[in-house]
């Protein structure tokens, strides 16, 4: 009678075979998504020249358009500014840039392309920082006792409340938000500032941080309102499929409190689907919201980028959207190795 062959990790090693096979491939699936993202980020920086000479708009003529100029003069100025060359050596040019982050110099405000998004950075992860933060918090604890409680009235209350957020679009809800807090209607004073990002005649030390934080409320309330929603389907959902599985029945019928169950049971492996969803977000906070920005005047690239369309600004506009799909694409795949590294399934797979 023949012996069963042994294939498990001992049998390996006897064989010679490496040990570390998993190791391996977890480096192998991330150099696979890390060749993908550079594949991802070059169809990226050829869409971005390509698509914004889409928009309509001579920079020339809108730059100048109150100003007597001769043709001699605007032919200077597109010569200046590059656009008296062919398309194609206009695109080579942009890409041998654009590898070494060199976005050109803006029309508007004849200022290298990368200091302006360097000034107008902070601004925006300050405010979509600390939203994403409090959206995270607030949606992840909202969607476990949602879920934990499921069919009960905060249940119910809170998926339906989510669900109407997460449909409202950003800049009608900060409008309405600017109208009765800020502007005031009715009963209701004028609470909060209407633009900007501090008050022309700001004090020095912590009362400019006050005096920030004062202006920051209406846009991050707008920017907490509609993220959190996300995050509380999401971790409502997938607790949802962990309360159904045999080791939480197992947990509670080896006599485990309740809340034990959850928190060290449940809840962690119910919070595996939101990695993706948070480092999604935190590529997106680079770039900022641009509806928020451009409703409240907050200072960010969102405002910029919205200003640099007007024009229309190629050099702003190219520099401001390639910085931010780097951002995103950066995230997304940090998001699928983390997740790979967390989920032992995904890495049997």
């Known amino acids: 009678m023949t012996a069963p062959i042994d294939t498990g990790p001992a049998a390996e090693v006897a064989a010679g075979l490496p040990e570390d096979r998993p190791a391996r491939g977890t480096l192998r699936y991330a150099l696979t998504k890390v060749g993908g993202a550079l594949v991802s980020i070059a169809m990226v920086i050829v869409a971005t020249f390509f698509m914004f000479r889409l928009i309509p708009g001579d920079p020339v003529i809108a730059y100048t358009r109150d100003v007597p100029l001769s043709p001699d003069q605007i032919e200077l100025l597109r010569k200046q500014m590059g656009l008296d060359q062919p398309v194609f050596n206009q695109f080579v040019d942009f890409v041998v840039r654009a590898v070494r982050f060199d976005f050109g110099t803006s029309y508007e405000y004849r200022r290298p392309v990368m200091d302006l998004i360097g000034e107008k950075v902070g601004s925006t992860l300050l405010l979509t920082g600390v939203g994403l933060v409090i959206a995270v918090s607030l949606g992840l604890w909202q969607g476990t006792r949602a879920a934990w409680n499921h069919g009960g009235r905060f249940d119910r209350?809170?998926?339906?409340?989510?669900?109407?957020?997460?449909?409202?679009?950003?800049?009608?809800?900060?409008?309405?938000?600017?109208?009765?807090?800020?502007?005031?209607?009715?009963?209701?004073?004028?609470?909060?500032?209407?633009?900007?990002?501090?008050?022309?005649?700001?004090?020095?030390?912590?009362?400019?941080?006050?005096?920030?934080?004062?202006?920051?409320?209406?846009?991050?309330?707008?920017?907490?309102?509609?993220?959190?929603?996300?995050?509380?389907?999401v971790m409502r959902s997938s607790l949802l499929d962990e309360i159904g599985q045999d080791y939480v029945t197992t947990a509670r019928a080896k006599g485990l409190r309740d809340d034990l169950v959850r928190r060290r049971h449940a809840v962690p492996n119910a919070l595996l689907p939101t990695v993706t969803l948070v480092f999604i977000h935190i590529g997106f906070v680079v770039g900022g919201a641009v509806t928020v920005e451009y409703v409240f005047s907050w200072p960010g690239l969102g405002l910029l980028f919205v200003e640099a369309i007007k024009g229309p600004d190629f050099p702003v506009m190219q520099g401001a959207f390639l910085v931010v799909c780097i951002a995103v694409i950066i995230m997304n795949t940090l998001a699928d190795v983390v997740y790979h590294l967390l989920d032992p399934r995904v890495r049997a797979a």
């Open 157 to 233: 209350y809170s998926t339906a409340i989510s669900l109407v957020l997460w449909s409202v679009p950003t800049f009608w809800l900060g409008l309405l938000l600017l109208m009765t807090l800020a502007a005031g209607i009715g009963p209701i004073p004028g609470m909060f500032p209407t633009r900007g990002m501090d008050s022309v005649d700001a004090p020095d030390g912590f009362a400019y941080i006050l005096d920030v934080a004062h202006h920051m409320v209406l846009p991050c309330l707008t920017l907490v309102a509609v993220v959190y929603a996300q995050y509380l389907l």
